[in-house]
């Protein structure tokens, strides 16, 4: 019956990614299905941290992160965990040898949260790291499945697409992370500071870097994968050059947003560009 448990726990993170992101799981959808249950369990697990610092205001936050954090190593050393999101992830941790620093990583980023209103240069490339570039590579790990050589070589890209991703979704959310958590995640950017359309430019060069060094990795994935990643690439290039396009007072009124006829429409256009045209 421990078999059923673990099956369970992979269809709850599941349940989980699709309550709270359609766009990453049109991708997810379209996976082969070997990949699908671990990127399930991973985005299940970052997901429910995230909601951790971001959304549980009534209760001590910090307190339930670091039994967060202590139930996840827990588990990955005993393998198994009475927490569903742990214990599917903790599965996928194990299995892929995704490695522990990754995951200390992309926590002390959500403990960094709890303090922090904005980031100073230097902090700020860090929190990236931990917030969004480890969460690419432990997805690589699942997608080179113990392939050490193709995982190296597509470390730097994983990194650009997931600080790319982070980045981009920090300029889409400026409004509801400052009314709502008080944060600003414009590098060097605080109260004190008027947010304008220079700032917002220095972050969207950034951005533009990013997007050119992730294509090169999303042409070598495996092909059970290279769908659903090129999909969610195209979804949030289209995104950000939405919003290269508004002036940073337009993002403090309102979020922008993709709808859901036309992420379907990009989710064929991947289909045609990768399994008939082939992307280059």
């Known amino acids: 019956m421990e078999e059923l448990y673990h099956k369970t726990t992979f269809k709850l993170s599941k349940?989980?990614?699709r309550s709270y992101s359609t766009s990453f799981s049109l991708g997810i959808s379209v996976f082969a299905p070997a990949y699908k249950d671990a990127i399930y369990a991973v985005y299940g697990y970052v997901r429910l941290a995230d909601e951790i610092v971001d959304s549980f205001h009534k209760h001590n936050k910090r307190e339930l992160l670091e039994e967060f954090r202590?139930?996840?190593?827990k588990a990955i050393e005993s393998g198994i965990s009475t927490n569903p999101v742990i214990n599917?992830?903790?599965?996928?941790?194990?299995?892929?040898?995704?490695?522990?620093?990754?995951?200390?990583?992309?926590?002390?980023?959500?403990?960094w949260d709890l303090d922090n209103s904005?980031?100073?240069?230097?902090?700020?490339?860090?929190?990236?790291?931990?917030?969004?570039?480890?969460?690419?590579?432990m997805c690589l790990k699942v997608f080179c499945n113990n392939d050490d050589k193709l995982f190296t070589e597509l470390l730097q890209p994983a990194k650009s697409?997931?600080?790319?991703?982070?980045k981009v979704n920090f300029l889409?959310?400026?409004?509801?992370?400052?009314?709502?958590?008080?944060?600003?995640?414009?590098?060097g950017v605080d109260r004190a500071v008027k947010i304008n359309n220079e700032n917002k430019k220095i972050l969207e060069q950034?951005?533009?870097?990013?997007?050119?060094?992730?294509?090169?990795?999303?042409?070598?994935?495996?092909?059970?994968?290279?769908?659903?990643?090129?999909?969610?690439?195209?979804?949030?290039?289209?995104l950000f050059n939405k919003i290269k396009r508004l002036d940073i007072d337009d993002l403090l009124r309102k979020r922008v947003r993709i709808s859901n006829w036309t992420k379907f429409a990009l989710l064929v256009k991947s289909l045609i560009e990768v399994k008939i045209l082939r992307i280059t």
């Open 172 to 187: 889409r959310d400026i409004k509801s992370d400052i009314d709502e958590r008080g944060r600003i995640y414009l590098p």
């Open 70 to 73: 202590k139930e996840t190593f």
């Open 88 to 111: 599917a992830f903790q599965l996928t941790v194990n299995k892929y040898r995704i490695n522990h620093e990754y995951i200390d990583a992309f926590l002390n980023s959500m403990e």
């Open 15 to 17: 349940v989980i990614t």
């Open 206 to 238: 950034d951005i533009d870097k990013e997007f050119r060094n992730a294509f090169s990795g999303i042409r070598k994935l495996p092909n059970g994968v290279q769908l659903g990643v090129y999909s969610a690439y195209l979804y949030y290039l289209i």
């Open 118 to 137: 904005y980031y100073e240069r230097k902090h700020y490339d860090n929190y990236i790291y931990g917030s969004a570039e480890v969460v690419g590579l």
């Open 161 to 166: 697409l997931g600080s790319a991703f982070q």
